[in-house]
């Protein structure tokens, strides 16, 4: 029986199915700051429409440099999506921007491509991120490099910038975690 289950699924999955697809899929939910977060300004980021992409502009308010400026991540889960996060344990430390970007920006290359979601271009040789305003459009969250077991419900990655040793700003993603829609349209 089950492997006529199997047979049958196999036969009915489109083929586009069979590329590394995760069982669940990501969306923005919101983008919130602390106040006065520095020293990037994010107010005029949403969340648009049904695909829940993340689109508008946002300010770099001063050259971030890997001298000054240490990122710190943290994530949380919210899997009864009622407001109780639970920190989730992770090793990342917080370190020099540059460093992060290097081990970890494979992640949001994955989503926003210079070019196409935005023309802030981060050359990792200066290492720097120059002050200026920026556009994000149709910018949707990629979880191909994402674990492959992932618990459903809220998600939210917090990242706080430190220059010169103090917290100046918090910026807190989350998204929401659901089952993968199967699209036999495709
Ligand atoms: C970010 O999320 C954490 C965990 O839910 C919360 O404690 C913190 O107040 C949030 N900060 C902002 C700026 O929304
Ligand atoms: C998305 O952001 C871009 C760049 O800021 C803007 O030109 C466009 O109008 C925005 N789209 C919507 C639907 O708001
Ligand atoms: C998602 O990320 C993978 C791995 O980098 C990439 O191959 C794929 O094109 C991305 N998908 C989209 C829709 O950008
Ligand atoms: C990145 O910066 C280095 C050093 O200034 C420069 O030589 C290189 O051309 C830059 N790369 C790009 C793609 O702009
Ligand atoms: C938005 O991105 C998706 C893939 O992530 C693509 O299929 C779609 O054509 C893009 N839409 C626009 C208006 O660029």
Redesign the pocket.
């Known amino acids: 029986m089950l492997k006529y289950t199997v047979f049958v699924l196999l036969a009915v999955i489109p083929k586009s199915l069979f590329q590394r697809t995760m069982s669940y899929e990501a969306f923005f939910v919101s983008v ?4 006065n ?1 520095f020293p990037i300004d994010f107010s005029n980021l949403r969340v648009l429409g049904r695909e829940r992409i993340l689109n508008g502009t946002f300010d770099i308010l001063e050259d971030i440099d890997n001298e000054h400026y240490e990122f710190y991540l ?1 994530a ?1 889960t ?1 899997v009864a999506r009622d ?1 109780n ?1 639970k ?1 989730f344990p992770m090793a990342l430390l917080r370190d020099a921007v540059c460093a992060v970007y290097e081990k970890y920006g494979f992640y949001l290359r994955d989503c926003v491509k210079y070019g196409i979601n935005t023309d802030l271009y981060i050359n990792t040789t200066t290492c720097l991120i120059p002050k200026g305003r920026y556009y994000l459009k149709n910018v949707t969250i990629n979880v191909t490099n994402w674990p492959v077991i992932m618990s459903r419900g809220l998600c ?1 990655h ?1 990242f706080t910038f430190y220059k010169d040793n103090v917290a100046v700003g ?3 993603i ?1 998204s929401s975690i659901e089952d993968r829609a199967v699209n036999f349209r495709k």
Not at 32 to 35: F, I, K
């Open positions: 919130l700051s602390s106040e977060a943290e949380y919210n407001g996060y920190k939210r917090s918090t910026y807190n989350t």
